[in-house]
């Protein structure tokens, strides 16, 4: 079922709000972000998400740069608050 909710996210379905910071995101940047966020490795968003690592890799970048944050840790916190998405 959680896959199936990243999915139509990535659609850029949205059941819930985004936080502003949030919103600058695209949809396959949001379920990267939130992967990574919760522990998961570049593999394992690779492997959870169906993409390349690289692919992790170059969505990270862009996410860092978007939120204006630099590191893993960081990114865990902006997702701290935030509702997973049911």
Excluded: W
Aim: net charge positive; with cysteine; glycine share 6%.
């Amino acid at each position: 079922m959680e896959r199936c909710e990243r999915e139509l996210q990535a659609g850029g379905l949205h059941g819930t709000r985004l936080a502003p910071g949030m919103a600058k995101l695209t949809p396959q940047e949001q379920a990267v972000a939130r992967l990574v966020a919760s522990g998961a490795t570049n593999q394992q968003a690779a492997l959870e998400l169906f993409i390349s690592v690289k692919t992790v890799q170059y969505h990270l970048t862009h996410v860092y740069s978007k939120l204006g944050i630099r590191s893993r840790s960081e990114l865990a916190v902006s997702f701290r608050d935030l509702p997973s998405p049911d």
